[in-house]
């Protein structure tokens, strides 16, 4: 490398300052709105808690004294579709949200340690009170994650243990099958694509019995335990488990345990790494080219001198790793001039 042209200290001085400058107002923006933005967040989150719980509360509270009252009501539409025991374990799923409905609220992620015998992957519960499995879905792909996919038994073992220990909680799970195929253990898929391998059924399921039973709900506790598949027009799960697995920068880490470390930046906040999504490199002081332990001259001049290849002899010059050494890696290097940290 030291073979490589120097450049003139007056040009760099430009160059660094005008990036830098750049840079500067850029990072104070992003600051200011990332703060802002989880303030509000955080608002929002605690606001949306509080109206589900008291409506909740109210509406199933509301729901029970009519029944008590009036025992022989018409059964809706809906809950002609449903098996007689659907609906008790439907009755049994909705009651944590009279007898336990604080519980049922989202819950911070935990991780399934890989020195404990996990796959390092970060799990969440998040409360569905009111929604569908759809909605439980996008929810869980907008944070970032998607919901849980069971690999093994043990893996099914620790997230039933995340949900709270009151008898016959019920959550949905990332599974699924297309509407109106013919329903058979065989026809289920995950929501991340990955092999159809391990089951859990409850007994006599899936039974397939009434149309649109083409999710999974899986039940712990003593009424039913295990997987049902149940209506995708069902509201009264109290809960869903959100899975974090993914690993952008391909370090053998999952994305979402660095970002809470600190080791990796999510300015806005989606647990996605910036790094990632602006398509470069989320190595630390990845423009050091030359790994002096500084980006300076030296490595300037490599990504000047190997303009528009793969970087030839040096191949860390294609700093964001897009297979050109372009205007992008030379924009690393002036923005990450100095010592590396």
């Known amino acids: 490398m030291s073979a490589l042209p120097e450049i003139p200290t007056k040009d760099l001085a430009c160059l660094v300052a005008a990036v830098r400058g750049g840079t500067a107002v850029a990072s ?36 029970f004294h009519a029944w008590s009252i009036s025992p022989t009501d018409v059964l809706s539409a809906e809950e002609l579709k449903m098996s007689t ?39 969440q519960t998040i409360a569905t009170i009111g929604q ?38 019920g959550f949905w799970i990332g599974a699924f099958r297309t509407p109106n195929v013919v329903c058979t253990g065989s026809s289920w898929q995950w929501v991340d694509a990955s092999p ?48 974090y697995s993914a690993d952008c920068n391909s370090d053998g880490i999952v994305d979402y345990g660095q970002i809470r470390a600190g080791e990796l930046v999510d300015t806005n906040a989606n647990n996605i790494p910036d790094c990632c999504e602006q398509a470069i490199s989320c190595v630390p002081c990845a ?18 001198s190997n303009w528009g290849t793969d970087g030839g002899k040096y191949p860390r010059a294609d700093i964001d790793g897009d297979g050109t050494v372009s205007s992008t890696d030379l924009a690393a290097v002036l923005s990450a001039w100095g010592p590396c940290e």
Not at 196 to 219: E, F, H, K, M
């Open 85 to 123: 025991k659907k609906r008790m374990l439907a009755a049994a799923v909705g009651g944590v949200v009279l007898s336990g409905a604080s519980s049922a609220h989202a819950q911070d992620a935990v991780q399934w340690r890989v020195e404990d015998g996990g796959n390092g992957h970060w799990y």
């Open 196 to 243: 159809w391998t391990y089951t859990a059924w409850a007994s006599n399921q899936p039974d397939c019995w009434a149309t649109g039973q083409d999710r999974l709900v899986v039940v712990r506790g003593n009424y039913f335990p295990g997987w049902h598949d149940f209506g995708s027009f069902a509201t009264d799960i109290a809960m869903a488990i959100v899975e």
């Open 28 to 63: 104070n923006a992003h600051t200011t709105r990332a703060s802002g933005t989880r303030s509000h967040r955080t608002q929002l989150r605690i606001a949306r808690a509080v109206f589900l719980a008291i409506t909740a509360i109210f509406l199933h509270g509301a729901a």
């Open 287 to 304: 423009a050091d080219v030359d790994e002096s332990g500084a980006v300076n001259s030296v490595d300037l001049a490599a990504v000047l």
């Open 132 to 169: 569908t499995w759809e909605v439980a879905r996008d929810r869980g792909a907008s944070m970032g994650g998607h919901l849980v996919t069971l690999a093994t038994a043990q893996e099914d073992a620790f997230v039933r243990s995340l949900t709270p220990d009151v008898t016959d909680t």
